[in-house]
């Protein structure tokens, strides 16, 4: 099977996204965990009067995770695959949420913002430096970058964990629901040919980011996925 480049993701999700909401609701941590990256913004109380980027929203799950931690700030949700944001816009969102169709690397939104998550989208970024330089840019003094992102490089049990996960679980799956299994194999190289965590906390470093530090997740997702912290 050919390999899907990371420009090409985009297409791939609006293609799956159809299927996605009822994939990523079979993992039982999903939603959970992402509520968990999301208090990593350290919010302070409701939320009103502050602005939060979701870049890479999806069909809405980190939006959702951002709302519960902050229901009342001003959330801007952007995601490049327009699949996907019709997804996000038909479900019921309080007014303060809002959604834009745009690329991370075109960022067409406007800061500054108390604070930026990013679920699955570093990873997915033909080059993540500008897009990370650019984030840093929107966010007030002192502000958070999280990014909720698979990293298995710097451990051979987590690499051979996704490996067993993906093949036994995620590949099948997503291939019976959209008929397809690109994007996941895709998904499954991209983990494997991405940072390890240590690399990527240099990425953020280098480009910005200060008191960068990592934050683990819980149940079979350990080691696996990663909550990435950094500071304006």
């Given at each position: 099977?050919?390999?899907?480049?990371?420009?090409?993701?985009?297409?791939?999700?609006?293609?799956?996204?159809?299927?996605?909401?009822?994939?990523?609701?079979?993992?039982?941590?999903?939603?959970?965990?992402?509520?968990?990256?999301?208090?990593?913004?350290?919010?302070?109380?409701?939320?009103e009067g502050l602005r939060l980027?979701?870049?890479?929203?999806?069909?809405?799950?980190?939006?959702?995770?951002?709302?519960?931690?902050?229901?009342?700030?001003?959330?801007?949700?952007?995601?490049?695959?327009?699949?996907?944001?019709?997804?996000?816009?038909?479900?019921?969102?309080?007014?303060?949420?809002?959604?834009?169709?745009?690329?991370?690397?075109?960022?067409?939104?406007?800061?500054?913002?108390?604070?930026?998550?990013?679920?699955?989208?570093?990873?997915?970024?033909?080059?993540?430096?500008?897009?990370?330089?650019?984030?840093?840019?929107?966010?007030?003094?002192?502000?958070?970058?999280?990014?909720?992102?698979?990293?298995?490089?710097?451990?051979?049990?987590?690499?051979?964990?996704?490996?067993?996960?993906?093949?036994?679980v995620i590949i099948p799956s997503?291939?019976?629901?959209?008929?397809?299994?690109?994007?996941?194999?895709?998904?499954?190289?991209?983990?494997?040919?991405?940072?390890?965590?240590?690399?990527?906390?240099?990425?953020?470093?280098?480009?910005?980011?200060?008191?960068?530090?990592?934050?683990?997740?819980?149940?079979?997702?350990?080691?696996?996925?990663?909550?990435?912290?950094?500071?304006?």
């Amino acid at each position: 099977m050919a390999k899907l480049a990371a420009a090409a993701v985009p297409d791939a999700f609006d293609e799956a996204a159809a299927g996605y909401d009822l994939l990523v609701g079979a993992n039982p941590d999903y939603h959970r965990e992402l509520r968990r990256s999301a208090t990593a913004l350290r919010v302070p109380g409701d939320g009103e009067g502050l602005r939060l980027l979701d870049l890479g929203c999806g069909t809405g799950a980190s939006t959702a995770a951002l709302l519960a931690v902050a229901p009342r700030a001003e959330i801007v949700a952007v995601d490049a695959s327009r699949g996907m944001l019709e997804r996000a816009r038909r479900k019921s969102w309080p007014a303060n949420v809002s959604f834009v169709h745009a690329r991370a690397e075109d960022l067409a939104v406007h800061g500054p913002f108390d604070g930026v998550f990013a679920a699955y989208l570093v990873r997915n970024l033909p080059d993540p430096d500008p897009v990370l330089t650019a984030v840093r840019g929107l966010l007030k003094p002192g502000a958070r970058f999280v990014a909720h992102e698979y990293s298995v490089r710097d451990s051979w049990a987590a690499t051979a964990l996704w490996t067993a996960v993906c093949w036994s679980v995620i590949i099948p799956s997503g291939a019976a629901v959209t008929r397809s299994a690109k994007l996941y194999t895709y998904l499954w190289r991209s983990v494997l040919d991405f940072d390890g965590a240590g690399a990527l906390r240099d990425r953020l470093r280098r480009n910005g980011f200060v008191l960068v530090r990592t934050l683990p997740a819980a149940g079979w997702q350990r080691g696996v996925v990663h909550t990435f912290v950094g500071e304006a």
